[in-house]
């Protein structure tokens, strides 16, 4: 079905979608590593692209390409690349765009192993890399030098819910003929669409809201122009970071429910954050819809909603934190986030732990900081297990670092 001129929701369902000759109403999985050629020459045009058809799972595959078509039609790209997770796109784009003396600016907040990977392999190699807080765009016009090929942009970033001005940060980048990657992982398309304010590439770790069910590990880059598109793709065939057919129908399967998760759990956040917001044992909050969020003007500017993520410090500090998480009861003590289910964490000791503590402490991400993942269970409950939790922290420990 062609759905250029549909709707949001119309290509959730049926964008990428292959008429099956048998009919099957939902994409089947061709669970197999290699295609075979009707004879030599059909072969030699396949692999000299003169026909289209398929040759071998790594390069593509029938059910993989109806999950890249879908996003390339939900982000509104040229084409979609699928991964075998989120890291591996990372990896591929920038494995794909930088090369020895190049040099890559980032949000200093991105989610820990994309800066990780960055500055304990790819420095190696000889590529340079700023982490610098790219909220502030003065910062990005400051980081930029004669070698700067990339800046990497996530936004809402992990776990500070910092944003960068995608449109300004693009405008500045181009100038400079710098590509821009952003990171979406933490909004999906439903919520925010990075190509149409001026990014290049939009990468997901399609593990969180797109396949929204804590049931696969995958990722995908979806680029804007074809030229860029194929060399990213030509990266990821050559390296091998390919997604796998069964991954890629339960993310086809996954993300055909992704507004109506995500309408239910931003819901559901909003209404966490404000009871977070009014409790006397939270110390700071910060979610882009509350009115006290820094920036919420830009969050309204740029993003269609303000999704399912909240970070928090517990007054009382870390240790105050830590009781409060081991005492959750419903919310699953757990990394990862975007799924169905409420997921509470701390980065310090749990997902950015690889970072220096100079290093967290310049991204903003404070010994103190929760975070919180809203599902999309009844919110009376999400709500009633953090009050139970904050309950089992004692007075007497909130006063004790108040003396401090
Ligand atoms: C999880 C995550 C990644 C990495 O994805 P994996 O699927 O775990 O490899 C990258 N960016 C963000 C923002 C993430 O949350």
Known sequence: MNTKDKGFNTKLIHAGDFEDEFGAAVTPIYQTSTFSFKNAQHGADLFAGKEKGYIYSRISNPTIQVLEDKLASLENGFGGIALSSGMAAVTTAYTALLKQGDHMISTGAVYGPSRGVMESIFNDFGIESSYVDTSNLDNIRKAIKPNTKMLYIETPANPTIQLTDIKRASEIAHEHNIIVVVDNTFSSPYLQMPLDLGADIVLHSLTKFINGHADIVGGALIVKEEALYKKVRKTMVMMGGNMDPHQAYMVIRGVKTLSLRIDKAQASAMKVAEFLENHPKIAWIKYPGLKSFAQYDLAK????????????????????????????????????????????????????????????????????????????????????????????????????????
Do not use: C, W
């Open 301 to 404: 500017e740029q993003m269609s909603g303000f999704g399912s993520m909240i970070s928090f410090g517990v007054k009382g500090g870390h240790d105050a934190g830590v009781t409060m998480m081991n005492n959750v009861k419903l919310a699953l003590l757990a990394v990862s986030l975007g799924g169905v289910e409420t997921l509470i964490q701390h980065p310090a000791s749990m997902t950015h732990a690889g970072l220096s503590a100079e290093a967290r402490e310049a991204a903003g991400i404070s010994d103190e900081l929760v975070r919180f993942s809203v599902g999309i269970e009844d919110v009376e409950d999400i709500i009633a297990d953090l009050n139970d939790a904050l309950e089992e922290i004692k007075v007497d420990l909130i006063e004790e670092v108040a003396l401090n």
